[in-house]
């Protein structure tokens, strides 16, 4: 599977195993797509059965043979299941019809593209660049469609803008018109640096969302050159897949900040590959900077020897010098916010996971350390797994997105953009694989840690 140590080759799987990819994939994201906003114990046992078969595609080493067809049939499916399960969005009348036609069209074009792969040299780069330009229309129809969300994420970010932009603290002011929360910013610092431009600019930090969205895609271009020119579609359809997620449109019409997350953790991912792990220090540190629970992947940054222990380290200190400004500014007020609020917020009864399944059938939440010590436990063995493996980077962002998932499930809050970023980090894994055991690039990897 990878050159780095005596790590035991990689199993094909068979075209089987590639059609329960997309039928989990489908099953995965339709079950998401339905959640915003409602409770259903299928939701939970659905993305219950998601985690443990990805925990078994981990475990197993197989690396996952994909085909066109199961491709492309899993990209159209995600357009059609746009329409048919029920969409959460504001938009309406000819805004909406505009907005699912463009999903529609576009999962179809990319769907029959890969199709003819033999006959398209390119077929990589040109499905990248029809799924970028749907999303741009799209985005651009939701944010035009809907300029003010009824949703607090917006009216925070919003007026951190215009915080940021006066020179004032975001962890000490309070938002006005928000339907949700008045008096915190929830988030890491960085959340607020990257959107900012885009209110500034134009009015809404939704632009500045979609432009970090296109990058972080553009990113998955970076793995072509490692896959055989009979595999370069690959690139095409990961793309093709987390643009035309069931979903996508709630997500990015309600301002959702994970977009900011699947961006920096594939430019984290590509730095490694291409050699250049000190520069991936950079895209690591504005993702935990950026959300707080990103943290989960240090422990797996600092076992893994292509990135190892002295760049993790260096990752944590670049954080702490991002962050330190705002805690120096009100220590209380930045605790308040982005610590002791996320960990003490209480269970919401709307959300589709294992506590609040625990919540509905009890009548009461279970205790919050099971929560931490199934984290802990889940962090505890991918470390272990990544320290005597070593695997490659597919294999790695498999890891992180199933980590993001046990949290996510162990939580007592977790909506569908925290499982769309699990989702969109699997599609990212499936570019940057490389069919062979060994890869020209795995071969000249440092077999050192730091």
């Known amino acids: 599977m990878t050159g780095l140590t005596a790590a035991p080759a990689a199993r094909s799987t068979t075209t089987g195993g590639a059609v329960v990819f997309g039928v989990l994939w489908t099953a995965g994201l339709a079950a998401i797509q339905w959640s915003v906003v409602r409770y ?3 939701i939970v ?7 443990v078969a990805l925990g078994v595609w981990i475990g197993r080493g197989s690396r996952l043979r994909i085909t066109p067809v199961v491709a492309s049939a899993t990209i159209a499916m995600g357009g059609l299941v746009t329409l048919v399960v029920p969409l959460f969005t504001y938009l309406a009348g000819g805004w909406r019809v505009a907005a699912e036609a463009t999903l529609l069209v576009g999962a179809a074009a990319c769907s029959a593209a890969l199709l003819l792969r033999h006959r398209w040299p390119g077929i990589g780069a040109s499905v990248v660049g029809a799924a970028l330009l749907a999303q741009v229309v799209v985005a651009s129809i939701a944010i035009l469609g809907d300029p003010a969300p009824h949703i607090d994420v917006w009216y925070v970010l919003q007026q951190a803008s215009d915080v940021l932009g006066h020179g004032q603290n975001i962890y000490s002011a309070h938002w006005t018109g928000s339907p949700g929360t008045a008096d915190s910013f929830p988030y890491l610092p960085m959340t607020a640096v990257l959107l900012a431009p885009g209110r500034w600019l134009f009015g809404d930090v939704r632009w500045s969302m979609t432009g970090w969205f296109v990058v972080g ?3 998955l271009l970076g793995f072509l050159k490692d896959l055989s020119p009979s ?12 643009v035309f997620a069931p979903g996508t449109l709630t997500q990015t019409e309600q301002a959702w900040t994970e977009p900011l ?3 920096a953790v594939v430019w984290w991912a590509l730095l490694v590959r291409r050699g250049h792990a000190w520069w991936a220090v950079i895209p690591l540190v504005v993702a935990c900077a950026t959300k707080q629970h990103i943290v989960l992947l240090l422990p797996v940054a600092a076992v893994w020897a292509p ?4 760049r993790t380290v260096a990752t944590a200190a670049g954080v702490g010098v991002v962050v330190l400004p705002w805690f120096l500014a009100s220590p209380a007020d930045f605790l308040g916010d982005a610590v002791i609020g996320s960990a003490v917020g209480r269970p919401l009864r709307f959300a589709d996971t294992w506590v609040i399944m625990w919540l509905h059938i009890t009548g009461s939440a279970p205790p919050q350390l099971l929560t931490l010590v199934v984290v802990l436990a889940a962090t505890a063995a991918a470390a272990v797994f990544i320290r005597r493996r070593q695997p490659s980077v597919d294999v790695i962002l498999r890891i992180t997105a199933w980590l993001l998932l046990v949290l996510n499930l162990a939580n007592k809050q977790a909506f569908y953009n925290q499982y769309w970023l699990s989702a969109a980090l699997i599609a990212a894994s499936l570019a940057a694989g490389t069919p062979e055991p060994e890869s020209r690039v795995d071969r000249r ?5 730091g």
């Open 45 to 51: 046992v659905v993305l219950t059965i998601v985690v």
């Open 307 to 310: 990135f190892g222990w002295r």
């Open 40 to 42: 259903r114990p299928l």
């Open 445 to 449: 990897t440092p077999a050192r840690t």
């Open 261 to 263: 997350l699947f961006t």
């Open 217 to 219: 895609v553009v990113g």
């Open 231 to 242: 595999r370069r579609w690959l690139v095409g359809a990961a793309a093709a897949l987390v």
